[in-house]
Each structure stands twice: as C-alpha cells, then as structure tokens.
C-alpha cells in the first residue's frame, strides 16, 4: 500500500500530465492544510480521513479539471467536518475555491432519504442549477464515486441507501455531463448492494466471456479496419467495447433473458475526416455485416435541432451478433460538444467576456469523453434546461420548484393554501425578507403564519408568479367576501327562476328548498348562494332543481283538488248549489248563457268577473283584463257580476299567448315539442317575423287549468331566444 506522501506524489503527477502551468504550490498548501486540520480523523477502513480528499482530488485530475478544482477537492469536507470555515479557506486560496467547498457543502446538506419519486427529477435538476459553478458538481460526483468504492466498509443498511441515492441521483447527473465512465463505475457499484445477487450472475458470466467477447470484438474492429484501408479511407479511428454490467443487468432483467440472449451487448464508433468518408464508411459496413432493419438513422443529412450529426446503423455481426455501430467526422464530433458548452454557458447566464476562460476546461472535459454516447448525451442536456424554473428549500430540507421570479408568497401557497392565507411574514436563509423578495436556487425558506393573519391583499396577486398562487388568492377572495358573494348568488339565482317563469315569493315554499338542499352541503339557502356567488354551483342548477320541485307540487295539487272534486261531487249531490254553465257559476243566477271574452280567455284558476252583454248572456273577463278593470267595472256597475269557477269544469279551455323570441333555426320546432310535451292542445299558431329579427308566435291552446298553462309558460320560457311570454289580454 502507498504512503500518503506517495499518492499525492501521484497526484502532482497526474495534473503535471495535462496542466503544465498548474499551480503545484497552492495545491500542496491545501493538501497540507486539509491534512492538518483532518488531523487524526479516521475513515471506517481505518485508515487516516485525509486519504478520502486525496482520492477525489486524484479522480478529479483524471478528468483533467483545473488548479482551482483541485484545491477545492482536497478541502471539500473541511468546512463540514473540521474546525476550517468559509472565510479561513478564502483567505487562504481565494474565494473562488471557498465558494466551491461551500458549494458542495451545501449539496452534502440535502436530506435525500424523505425524497419521493417525483422529487428525484426536481433534485437532479436543482444540483444543477443551485451549483452556479459546475465545478461544484463535478466534484461531488467524484466524491460520491470515491465513497461508493470504498463503500464496503459501511453497515448494510448505510451501504443500500447511499447505492439507492447513487443510481436515482448521481448517476443520471454523471451521464447528462457526458461523463459515461464515471457513470457506469457509478452504476455498477450501485448494483453490486441494491442486488447482490443479481450483479455476481452478471460479472460472473462477462467474466466467464470476456477472452470470448474480446476476441469477437478484436476481429470485427480488425475486419473493420482493414476493409477502410483497402477503400482509402484516411486517419479513420474504430473502437469498440461491450456494455457495462448494470446495462446488461438491465436488458437480462427487463426482458428476462440470459446473458446470450441479451441484443446488442457491443457498439463501434467509427470517426473519420468527411462526410463523404462517413457514407462511404456505412456503406463498407452494410457491404461487411447485414444491417438489422428500421435502426439506421441518417442525423447527418437531417442533423438534430441541437446540431447534432452522425450516422447509426446496427448491424449483425459473425455467428449473428449484432452490434451498434456510429459513424461521424472528427468535425461533428467536434461541432457537436462546443454546441452544448455553448447552450451550456448561454443557460448559466456567464458574462460574454471570460465565456471562454470559465468554460474552455468544459469543452476539454467533453473532448475527452470520446466513449460518451453523444446522442444520449446532448439529448438529456437539452432536456434538461431548466431557465424558468426556480428550486428551493422547505426549512425540513424538501425541495419546492416554482416559476423564475418566484417569491414567498408563491412558496407559501404551494405548500398550501391556509399557509398563505394566513403568512405574515418570510425568512430566507434565516433572514427576513419582504413579500416580494425574489427566491434563488437553494434558498432555504421558511413561513411565518399566525392565526390573527388579515388574509391575502390584493397587491399579491401582482407579486405572486405562479398560476397556483394567483388561483388560491382569487379563490380567498371568493370565498371570504361572502356577503358581497351572497347576494350576487341571490340575484343570479332569481333571474334564473325569472327565466324560467316561477316565482320565488309565491311559488316555492320553505319545504321545496329544503328538499332541494338535502342532497348538497349547503346547509342554508344563503351557503347556497354565496357558492353561487363565488362559482362554486350554477344558478341554472340550483334553479332547474325548483322548477322540478313546482312542477311535482302543481301536479300534486292538481290531483288532490281533483280527488276532493270528486268527493264532494258524491257528497253533495243531489242538490246543487247554483247550476253552472260551461264550468261557471253565476251569481244570482242559472241557467244563464255564458261564454269566455275572446280578448283574455280565462281557465279555471284565473280571478274572474263576468259582463252582462245585450243578448250574449254573461262574458267571462280575466280580473286582470283591461277590459275588466276596476275602472270600467265602476262606470258600469250594473252590468258587472260576480263569476266563479264551479266544480264541474270542462276538460280544457281555449287560451291565448303570445311569445317573443329571437328568431333562430329550428326555433318553431322548439316551441311545438315544448306545447307537445306539455300536452297543450294546439288550436292555431300563427307566426310573424320581424325585419330586425325577431319572431312573435301567436298561440291558441287548450289547457286544463291555470296550473297547467303555468306548466307550459315554463316549458316555453325554458326554450333559449325566447324572450317574453305573455297572455293575451284586451
Ligand atoms: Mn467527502
């Protein structure tokens, strides 16, 4: 085993391979800083903590990241776990370093194991965005592969839970930074405790396969080559590998097969100078193996939206193997991973000026991951860009997103809806801050409420950004402007009766509403409109449930009076009181000639007075006639009787409306099913169309009673573009 001194030795090493101009001084004074304050701290394996920083620096030079990534990483856990603070490390290695040790500090502070599933996503995303400095990620992910390897030494339980966070979390991260190797160590060690089992009947078998799969995969490159060199094809490079464990863990498991039934288990890239090189390239590939059909994929005649060019096949090899194969030019490749540094640095809002010195070392990363599926790659980064979204902290270490420019106010509503209701005030990282405070990435936030809270203000609409915090406020106002909301209920409700011709002061009883309450929540006619008022219940609904109420309770009462007529019919006969005529009895009078005034033409129910005519016998007017009014009944008193309706009315009576509407198609047919279904006799209808619109339909009918013709009044006002029902009168 190596001393200290000799794998720092390495590490100096390592960075003097690819940074000439490293500065080896100042990252030998953060080694030796995190050595002494670590001090006497011991890892689990037992051997000194130093040991933990000095392999993530070595991981993080192996991805050839700068001095300052260095530094970082040798002193990553001393602010967390050591005397050392944040301004001791500015101090002494600048504040660009401090701020990345702070940075993963900040990350290690996340509580991942209340995460549900769906947080996951939203986690992924915020390492991204609250690290401002991609440094801090990458140094975290080469943290957490150094944890994982030396994983063994841990307690079970510790060992599935951080290979849990491992595959949900760090993984996917490696992999959206092109970073496939670290990715794939990263999976595999994950594997190897989530199932144990599972990942030994893997390794096993690759192990058991590997001279085999070598050997196969040496042929097909050789065939390869040496056919590219026979067409001249120049400074062509052709690799091939076999997919990791966890891939093959995942195709065995998912598609239940063995290791030899697993489909693509190989892929080749083929990178060469031109495009005409490309498509002679694929076509020397489909000439060697048999390609599988519907997986080509030509990206360079139709290059991604991201820029993204290359060319896919799969094909089948010797002893019918198949494998992928990509083909593109050294240029694409090129082109392709300075578009995504690009977009990268647009997204991360760098200043134009040191774009290029902050992000060059990106680029080289990228350069760098020649066995980073590209496709996949530059597909999840694009995905992935999240500029209008904000994610912060709950004070329990739960991740909340919101829109870009949220402020508290929105926090409090999406945490719930009394919580804003009733916010008094906001704290971010501990400090208070004002209801329009902007949230950043990280924040940690947290709600004063009280129960004496005035409630939202108007202004806070303005504030709010989300469409969920603005939807709870409005409904705020909804619900506790109830006086304002019950009457508005009110009226909507009664012009709705209106419409449908009932009467809420002489038609609807207190049993009717309580009837029409019972199967709702509202417990009183004013929770009924105020829920009508704020749009919680339609006025038409509530209406339509009285009219169904009248209408049972005139039918009701029609067959009650009728049952009594018949009784006291039986009753009473013999002698009649006074004998009517045609349902009509005449005071004073038998025998009389009765007939109904053409100009009102009353049906039993109707208030009524009856008019000696000369020679006519009596002429029965509706009270409310003009004909029949208190001021032509008192010029002619003599000639006014009293009329009422006997027992024995006539089976129906004829008489007349007149209904305005808006005229519209099929507007007739309406009003002869509403008459039909009312079972109104028709006796004429007669129709006049206005020139600005309007149709005015004259009805002759034959009705029972006044309270069957208040049923088809309904029926007909109930019709949309009727206006107006009236009965015809003087
Ligand atoms: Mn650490």
């Known amino acids: 085993m190596a001393t200290i001194e000799e794998r720092y030795q390495h590490l100096e090493k390592t960075i003097r391979g690819y940074n000439i101009s490293a500065d080896l001084s100042q990252i030998r004074a953060a080694f030796d800083y995190a050595q002494s304050h670590h001090g006497a701290q011991m890892r689990r394996d037992g051997t000194p903590y130093i040991t933990h920083p000095l392999n993530v620096a070595q991981i993080v030079a192996e ?33 660009t370093v401090a701020d990345i040790v702070d940075g993963v500090t900040k990350l290690t502070h996340i509580n991942y194991t209340t995460m549900e599933e769906e947080q996951m ?70 594997l190897r405790y989530l199932d144990p089992v599972g990942y030994e009947e893997v390794t096993s078998a690759l192990a058991k396969k ?63 100078n031109t495009v005409a090189d490309c498509y002679n390239v694929l076509g020397v590939i489909h000439d060697l193996y048999k390609p599988v059909l519907g997986r080509f994929k030509d990206y360079i005649a139709t290059p991604k939206p991201n820029m993204y060019q290359s060319l896919h096949t799969t094909v089948i090899g010797e002893e019918g193997i198949p494998f992928e194969v990509q083909i593109r030019t050294y240029d694409m490749h090129a082109i392709a991973e300075y ?96 209801f329009d405070y902007v949230l950043h990435n990280g924040d940690i936030v947290e709600i004063q409420t009280s129960k004496s809270a005035k409630g939202p203000s108007r202004d806070w609409m303005q504030i709010a950004k989300s469409s969920e915090a603005r939807s709870k406020i409005r409904q705020w106002f909804k619900k506790e402007r109830r006086d304002e909301n019950i009457a508005n209920g009110r009226a909507a409700f009664e012009a709705e009766l209106k419409h449908l011709g009932i009467s809420l002061s002489t038609m609807v009883t207190q049993e009717m509403i309580n009837r029409m309450l019972k199967p709702t ?12 008022g704020y749009g919680g219940y339609t006025a038409a609904k509530a209406a339509h449930r009285i009219r169904e109420e009248v209408t049972a309770q005139s039918r009701a009462e029609r067959s009650a009076a009728e049952a009594a007529r018949k009784e006291a019919k039986k009753a009473l006969s013999p002698p009649p009181r006074t004998k009517s005529e045609k349902g009509i009895i005449v005071e004073g009078l038998s025998n009389c000639l009765v007939k109904f005034a053409k100009c009102c033409t009353p049906v039993p129910g109707d208030d009524i007075a009856g008019f000696i005519t000369r020679g006519y016998g009596v002429s029965v007017h509706r009270k409310d006639c003009p004909n029949a009014s208190e001021e032509n009944r008192k010029r002619d008193p003599g000639r006014w009787i009293k009329v009422s309706w006997g027992e024995d009315t006539r089976e129906s009576y004829t008489t007349s409306l007149e ?49 069957h013709l208040d049923i088809i009044m309904a029926k007909l006002r109930n019709i949309s573009s009727v206006i107006k029902i009236t009965r015809t009168a003087g």
């Open 521 to 532: 929540n509202f417990r009183s006619l004013d929770d009924l409109y105020a829920a009508i």
């Open 121 to 190: 996503e939203n986690l992924r995303k915020m390492l991204f965005a609250m690290s401002r400095d991609i440094r801090v990620v990458l140094i975290k992910i080469a943290d957490r592969l150094h944890n994982m390897r030396t994983m063994e030494y841990q307690t079970p339980e510790k060992q599935r839970k951080k290979a849990f966070e491992t595959m949900e979390i760090y993984a996917p991260i490696a992999h959206r930074l092109g970073m496939q190797k670290v990715k794939w160590e990263l999976e595999d060690l994950s």
């Open 210 to 272: 590997n001279r085999e799969y070598q050997a196969f995969m040496d042929r097909i490159q050789d065939v390869i080559v040496e056919k590219l060199g026979e067409m001249q094809i120049e400074n062509a490079m052709v690799y091939g590998r076999v997919k990791h464990p966890y891939s093959i863990y995942r195709k065995m498991f998912s598609q239940d097969k063995t290791i030899d039934e697993v489909y693509d288990l190989f892929a080749f890239r083929v990178l060469v």
């Open 659 to 707: 209904v305005v509407c808006k005229d519209r198609n099929n507007l007739l047919m309406d009003i002869s099913a509403a008459l039909s279904t009312g079972k109104a006799g028709v006796a004429s209808l007669k129709v006049h169309t206005t020139t600005d619109g309007f149709a005015i339909f004259y009805l002759t009918i034959q009705v029972t009673d006044k309270a």
């Open 63 to 95: 991805l050839r990241l700068d001095s300052e990534s260095i530094m970082a990483s040798l002193l990553h856990d001393c602010i967390e776990d050591t005397d050392s603070t944040y301004e001791d490390i500015a101090k002494r290695f600048g504040v």
């Open 339 to 434: 578009g995504v540094a690009a977009h990268w640095k647009y997204k991360q809002g760098i200043k134009q000026d040191d774009k290029e010195a902050t992000y060059g070392w990106i680029r080289r990363l990228l350069e760098n991951q020649v066995d980073a599926d590209a496709e996949d790659f530059i597909h999840s980064l694009k995905v992935d860009m999240f500029d209008d979204e904000v994610f912060v902290f709950t004070p329990r270490g739960d991740i909340t997103n919101l829109p870009a420019g949220a402020t508290p106010i929105d926090f409090a509503y999406s945490v719930h809806s009394a919580v804003g209701n009733s916010m008094v005030g906001a704290k971010v990282n501990g400090r208070m801050v004002g």
